[in-house]
């Protein structure tokens, strides 16, 4: 079978340091090539020799030799660029979030169902094993009957003034970049969604850097930080009434620490027990790519839908109007 050839829209440090080496490692996929204003793509000829340069977005989308596309562009850019990669035929993998309100992946849904196109939201976290095993342990009761939820995710790039997450023109904010997996993990864990939402945010030059988000689930309550002016720290806990479940680098594994999930409960024999289970080295980027491949070229099914998608901007859509 043939590789589905890739190509990726900017140059963004992103896309070079982590996506496009995924891409080129990921089996079943090529990185055929990438558009740039200048059409310099030595940073990824660095790793894909053979990997061509465009010098427009256009240019790339025209090319009969790109299958699929990835969007690492601003995130007030991703509809649009989204929507032009389906029109001209391309699977789109489009990094998150992948509209800036929930009615606007309305058109996505549309458009891929029209052209039978893969299009999805690079939401890589649920490819790792670790929150498969999450979900699995859950849904299965492993903790008994879910009571809390909480999940932080923060980090400070307080000093990066030109930052397109400290802009707002750019869609910028702590809850677009990462307000998606603390909101987004517990509903693809749990399988449900909040029926109440409350929020405190603070806001700086027009984007929210930090934000404390409470809700109400149908069986658990949830609670949450996000920020951008914070000491970095990442961890889910899922607390039951017979265990609690924790997940140590959720969101950056390898880069923020090992992935680990800690799951604390009870021996047969009535003690405290703790059994911890280590994936190390996994590159969930690389899963999400082979994950997407399998669904262009086999049918597979792709487990970060946009109707997933919707779903988790739909719980960000509420939090700043609970915000007010």
Known sequence: MTSVNWGILGAAKFAREHMGPAIHAARGARLYGVASRSGDVSGFQAFAPDCVGFDSYDALLASDEIDAVYIPLPNHLHVEWAEKALRAGKHVLCEKPIAMKADQIDGLIALRDETGLLCAEAYMIVHHPQWQRAREIVQSGGIGDLVLVDAVFSYDNSAEIGNIRNKPETGGGGIPDIGVYTFGSVRFVTGEEPSAVAAQITWENGVDVFAHVTADFASFRYSSVTSMRMHPRQEVTFHGRDGVLKLTAPFNPNVFGEAQL?????????????????????????????????????????????????????MIDRVFEAAG
């Not at 405290?272 to 080295?281: A, D, L, Q, Y």
Request: proline content about 6%; glycine content about 10%; charged content about 15%.
């Open 262 to 314: 800690h799951w604390h409960g009870v021996s047969a024999a009535g003690a405290p027990s703790v059994t911890v289970e280590r994936w190390p080295g996994v590159n969930h980027y690389v899963l999400q790519v082979e994950a997407f491949c399998r669904s262009v070229q086999e049918g597979a099914d792709y487990p970060a839908t946009l109707e997933f998608a919707k779903g988790t901007q739909a």
